[in-house]
């Protein structure tokens, strides 16, 4: 039996007297608020938020950090459990700096801000309080294309389970943008039947670099359209009126597209090609090169091409109009690597006003002109064509060349005929069309006459219909698998600018033409501009002299 002490009784007494200390409260933080919406709630079913204009407090979960000044400026964070309605989106974006406060992936962050639509983009901005108030995670969610609709999943974490085709690099450099699409790449709807625009549209993506830059000194790798990508993922964010997905996590290009460094063979004992030289200009500071770097590094482009070609005779487009001048500076650079008379340059007798003009070169070894060189004096065309008959150096059958470059689709008229009429034909396609149906009573008495160049028009537009109406036959279509039948690329759209239509006769003594992909699969910042391409992408080879293909055909003619 245990005695307690009388200390030990006194002071339980005492404590038993004394009154209880009430328990210290925890203050409450900004955690402790609940949200006053969900974010799908801010985001609703439609096209725009119904909650716009309004301050609200939304939890989620950080999914993409893109705060810097040269980046978004905001971060983008997403709802991990989200709500049964597929037409509502789970993701926001918070224009707010890290200067207001710094997140990373995976905080769960409390977020207070005024809900609103930039330009077509749901975001909380102006945000006035951003809370961390631990950690979590959301899965990226699957999406395949073409998919029924981008509303749905704006500002959420995706992932894309197929390998898709890049489609469109023209900013790549720029803007750090690359365009993929799902079952191939896209064609221009005019080019070929059975394109759908809206199912291009759908089809395709855009991929931004996260960044606010121009010019950005780290670039997305350097793709060719053609090109598959896998395993991309990202947030889908919007702007410039599109959706753009911005990557969580680098994207895997495969070189499903290889450069060729010639184009394919063709068969025959005469190869005739047309080229768009995009502005060889040998007067600086005007359409082509700013300088004389410049000048030297497109000409070093334009000469590997032309070698690389090898071809009898060659239809070139965008000349500079001063004469010989630019003209024979390009065959004297040709010549100095291939060898000394190798080609030699026609005179237009009638180029026109127009800064550019058509021309032609050939081999006097292989080729002997028939005639001089003639050319249209309608004013239908503000660049004339030049026609030139030839016969083998070994004699034989004869042929004609009717080198053309139609009227462009730019600097629309905004009225008449002539104006945009919304067929997909883009402007001047009026003025195209009596260029063609001039261009048959030209041909109607030439021996074998090939009508070729850069038409301005689309396989499947007027101009070409009418021609192929006049009795003349596209070689590309009838050659050139569908799926390589392409000399330009147009927002993302592949399709066949440059042509060559021979007559029926003739047509029996084409045995093959081939496109030599070496400018349309190209991004532009590997030409020979250099104020914004880095020095070390620039190579004095065939890829990137233009933007438009050359194309190859091969004519077996008999001889004597």
């Known amino acids: 039996m245990h005695v307690l002490s009388r200390a030990f009784l006194v002071a339980v007494v005492v404590a038993a007297a ?215 993922t990202g947030v889908l964010g919007y702007g410039f009126g599109t959706y753009r997905l911005q990557p969580t996590k680098p994207i895997d290009y495969h070189n499903t597209n290889p450069r060729l460094p010639r184009p394919f063979p063709v068969v025959g004992n005469i190869k005739v090609a047309s080229f768009n030289t995009l502005n060889w200009f040998t007067t600086l500071g005007s359409r082509g090169a700013t300088n004389a770097e410049e000048q030297k590094r497109q000409l070093a482009k334009l000469v590997a091409a032309l070698k690389g070609l090898n071809a009898d005779a060659v239809a070139l487009m965008e000349v500079e109009n001063n004469g010989q001048t630019a003209l024979q500076a390009l065959v004297d650079a040709v010549n100095a690597e291939v060898g000394a008379g190798t080609y030699a340059a026609l005179q237009h007798p009638y180029p026109g006003t127009d800064a550019i003009q058509v021309a032609l070169i050939y081999k006097p070894a292989k080729l002997t002109p028939v005639g001089a060189p003639q050319a249209s004096q309608d004013a239908v065309f503000s660049r004339p064509p030049l026609i030139q008959t030839f016969r083998r150096a070994a004699g034989g059958q004869p042929f004609t060349m009717v080198v053309n470059h139609l009227k462009s689709k730019g600097t629309c008229p905004s009225s008449g005929p002539d104006a945009d009429q919304g067929d997909g034909q883009s402007c001047w396609n009026a003025t195209r069309v009596k260029q063609a149906q001039t261009l048959l009573g030209l041909v109607k008495d030439l021996p074998n006459p090939v009508v070729l160049g850069d038409l301005n028009a689309y396989g499947e537009e007027d101009p070409i219909h009418t021609l192929e109406a006049g009795g003349l036959t596209s070689v590309t279509k009838k050659f050139v698998p569908a799926s390589l039948r392409y000399s330009y690329l147009f927002d993302g759209l592949a399709g066949e600018l440059d042509h060559a239509l021979v007559g029926r006769q003739l047509l029996k003594r084409v045995t093959s033409a081939t496109i030599w992909h070496i400018n349309s699969d190209e991004p532009r910042i590997l030409d020979y501009n250099t104020e914004y391409n880095p020095a070390s992408l620039y190579k004095p080879d065939a890829f990137r002299s233009s933007d438009h293909d050359p194309l190859v055909l091969g004519l077996t003619l008999p001889g004597h």
């Open 18 to 232: 004394l009154p209880a200390t009430p328990a210290l409260a925890t203050p409450a933080t900004a955690c402790d608020t609940p949200p006053s919406r969900r974010i799908a709630e801010v985001q609703g079913d439609g096209d725009a938020s119904p909650l716009a204009g309004q301050t609200v407090t939304v939890e989620g979960v950080v999914t993409g950090d893109f705060q810097r000044g040269d980046q978004l400026s905001g971060f983008f964070f997403q709802d991990p459990k989200p709500d049964a309605d597929p037409k509502t989106s789970e993701g926001l974006f918070a224009y707010a700096r890290d200067t207001l406060k710094d997140v990373a992936v995976g905080d769960r962050v409390l977020v207070t801000g005024k809900v609103t639509e930039y330009n077509g983009w749901t975001e909380l901005s102006p945000v006035t309080a951003i809370d961390a108030c631990g950690t979590g995670s959301v899965a990226a969610q699957p999406y395949k294309l073409p998919g029924e609709g981008r509303e749905p999943v704006e500002n959420m974490l995706l992932t894309f389970p197929q390998p898709l085709t890049v489609s469109e690099h023209y900013n790549l450099g720029r803007y750090g943008e690359v365009t993929v699409s799902s079952g191939g790449r896209l064609f221009q709807p005019t080019d070929r039947p059975g394109v759908d625009a809206a199912l291009n549209a759908r089809r395709s993506l855009l991929i931004d670099d996260g960044s606010s830059r121009e010019n950005p000194a780290t670039l997305p790798p350097i793709v060719r359209t053609g090109d598959l990508a896998v395993g991309i």
